[in-house]
T-cell receptor, first 112, second 111 residues
Framework: NAGVTQTPKFRILKIGQSMTLQCTQDMNHNYMYWYRQDPGMGLKLIYYSVGAGITDKGEVPNGYNVSRSTTEDFPLRLELAAPSQTSVYFC???????????FGQGTRLTVV | KQEVTQIPAALSVPEGENLVLNCSFTDSAIYNLQWFRQDPGKGLTSLLL???SQREQTSGRLNASLDKSSGRSTLYIAASQPGDSATYLCAVEDSNYQLIWGAGTKLIIKP
């Protein structure tokens, strides 16, 4: 029972580089989310999706892009990495609003 | 704008003690409140979910209460164990179906 799987677990990027954080879930959940967690802060919502083909901005979307071509996958793209994007990124999913959320193990990203 | 606060930011207690973690929110128009556990280097694990119409939920040694009118929730941990050491986060689901998060309470249980 995989749940929510994120890759990679760790990554170091140079300023200006790009990368994609992968997220896949096997629970047939409609709702998927990307959060970032900075030290001492609560999780901040970057983007979310309520179903395949539908995405929307969260609280801190600048510098990121997402797509949702299938129910299972919700990749997060960083186009021009900046030091301010150094953070831990979490992907989450749930079946519907009001239900339990399931999280991936996180990606620790450092931009130098 | 909904804001969620968790106090204290850190807590250290001896093994065996009962303890209470606090979560407060500014807007009582919530659909539910969830408590999560986060272990270092790992993702978040859902502990308890309280619907807005409920007053409390229990799971094993954990009991979470919700008082919407006062904007408060508590997570009660009975007979604490070293394995309970983790960061505990609460999140409220607002009227836009989004989860708004507190910064967490880092709990250390001393053997």
């Amino acid at each position: 029972n995989a749940g929510v799987t994120q890759t990679p677990k760790f990554r170091i990027l140079k300023i200006g580089q790009s990368m994609t954080l992968q997220c896949t879930q096997d629970m047939n959940h409609n709702y998927m989310y990307w959060y970032r967690q900075d030290p001492g802060m609560g999780l901040k919502l970057i983007y979310y999706s309520v179903g395949a083909g539908i995405t929307d901005k969260g609280e801190v979307p600048n510098g990121y892009n997402v797509s949702r071509s299938t129910t299972e996958d919700f990749p997060l793209r960083l186009e021009l990495a900046a030091p301010s994007q150094t953070s831990v990124y979490f992907c989450a999913s749930r079946g519907d609003w009001g239900t339990e959320a399931f999280f991936g193990q996180g990606t620790r990203l450092t931009v130098v | 704008k909904q804001e969620v606060t968790q106090i204290p930011a850190a807590l250290s207690v001896p093994e065996g003690e009962n303890l209470v973690l606090n979560c407060s929110f500014t807007d009582s128009a919530i659909y539910n409140l969830q408590w999560f556990r986060q272990d270092p280097g790992k993702g978040l694990t859902s502990l308890l979910l309280i619907q807005s119409s409920q007053r409390e939920q229990t799971s094993g040694r954990l009991n979470a209460s919700l008082d919407k009118s006062s904007g408060r929730s508590t997570l009660y941990i009975a007979a604490s164990q070293p394995g309970d050491s983790a960061t505990y986060l609460c999140a409220v689901e607002d009227s836009n179906y989004q989860l708004i998060w507190g910064a967490g309470t880092k709990l250390i249980i001393k053997p």
